[in-house]
């Protein structure tokens, strides 16, 4: 499975960004996807993920209620809405792929079996 993010930028504390992340290769509608970021002189931490179904998400308490994680599979994409931006949230952001079944422990471990290249998403204050 290849992935490719994009939809970062630069944003003013309170405000939207939509992130996307486009798959291709093998059975990506039966794929977990994920979100994760790393921001400079920290580790990579999970965010969000969505089972294949869409019909279970899971988000970090640091995003809860602020970021929103989707997907369609018809067009092979996964979506991650983030609202209400903290410069807290300054990032590169990662979309990830897992074909094993969902397992929301494991992804906050960064635990998952594809990884895309990053985007940057900076939050000013």
């Known amino acids: 499975v290849q992935l490719q993010a994009s939809g970062g930028g630069l944003v003013q504390a309170g405000g939207s960004l939509r992130l996307s992340c486009a798959a291709s290769?093998?059975?990506?509608?039966?794929?977990?996807m994920g979100w994760f970021r790393q921001a400079p002189g920290k580790e990579r931490e999970f965010v969000a993920a969505?089972?294949?179904?869409?019909?279970?998400?899971s988000y970090a308490d640091s995003v809860k209620g602020r970021f929103t994680i989707s997907r369609d599979n018809a067009k092979n994409m996964v979506y991650l809405q983030m609202n209400s931006l903290k410069p807290e949230d300054t990032a590169v952001y990662y979309c990830?792929?897992?074909?094993?079944?969902?397992?929301?422990?494991?992804?906050?471990?960064?635990?998952?079996?594809?990884w895309g290249k990053g985007t940057q998403v900076t939050v000013s204050s």
């Open positions: 290769g093998r059975t990506y509608s039966r794929y977990a």
């Open positions: 990830a792929a897992d074909p094993r079944p969902y397992d929301s422990s494991t992804y906050q471990r960064n635990s998952m079996y594809y």
């Open positions: 969505i089972s294949w179904s869409g019909d279970i998400t």
